[in-house]
């Protein structure tokens, strides 16, 4: 849990001059202080920033976010600030801690995984997948290049047939 703090601390200033939001999911009650600290401070100084957001997914479980997301949205329907008709897809997603962000278009999974983790389970749904072998250490340049041009020459469905757009 130092590494956030020697990467914020390194990389901030630079942050910073490219304009990039720096956000967190996760239970941040979960971390160290010294990891919550440099967390808070990169996530204040930069909330104003409108370019690029650098998400930090630390102490986070997509099974334990859909729960928390449900449980939310139960309490409302409970109370009667939600009704059980406006539960739907666009309801639920309100409640997640992507809420604020476009679902992701590609997922580079690196080291010879081909599995989720537990990592964004319910955002990830028409998202493309792009493996690789190589060590997230030695991820590059031309390895991040090598995955976008193959995401390129990909025909996104969206769940639908071949040639229809995302509704």
Excluded: C
Excluded at 33 to 51: C, F, P, S
Excluded at 111 to 122: A, D, I, K, P, Y
Aim: charged share 25%; net charge negative.
């Amino acid at each position: 849990m130092s590494l956030p703090e020697k990467f914020l601390t390194s990389f901030l200033p630079e942050l910073m001059e490219r304009n990039i939001k720096v956000i967190m999911m996760g239970n941040k009650d979960g971390l160290p202080k010294h990891t919550q600290n440099v967390l808070n401070d990169a996530i204040e100084k930069t909330k104003y920033n409108t370019g690029l957001i650098l998400n930090f997914a630390m102490n986070y479980g997509s099974r334990d976010e859909i729960v928390q997301a449900m449980k939310v949205i139960l309490t409302n329907v409970n109370d009667g600030k939600l009704s059980i008709d406006e539960v739907d897809e666009f309801t639920v997603n309100q409640y997640l801690m992507t809420s604020a962000l476009p679902e992701p278009d590609l997922l580079i999974r690196t080291s010879g995984e081909v599995r989720l983790s537990n990592f964004m389970l319910w955002q990830l749904a028409y998202t493309e997948f792009w493996f690789t072998e190589t060590l997230w250490p030695d991820f590059d340049e031309p390895t991040f290049l090598e995955a976008i041009h193959a995401y390129q020459k990909r025909n996104r469905r969206y769940g639908g047939l071949k040639g229809e757009g995302k509704n």
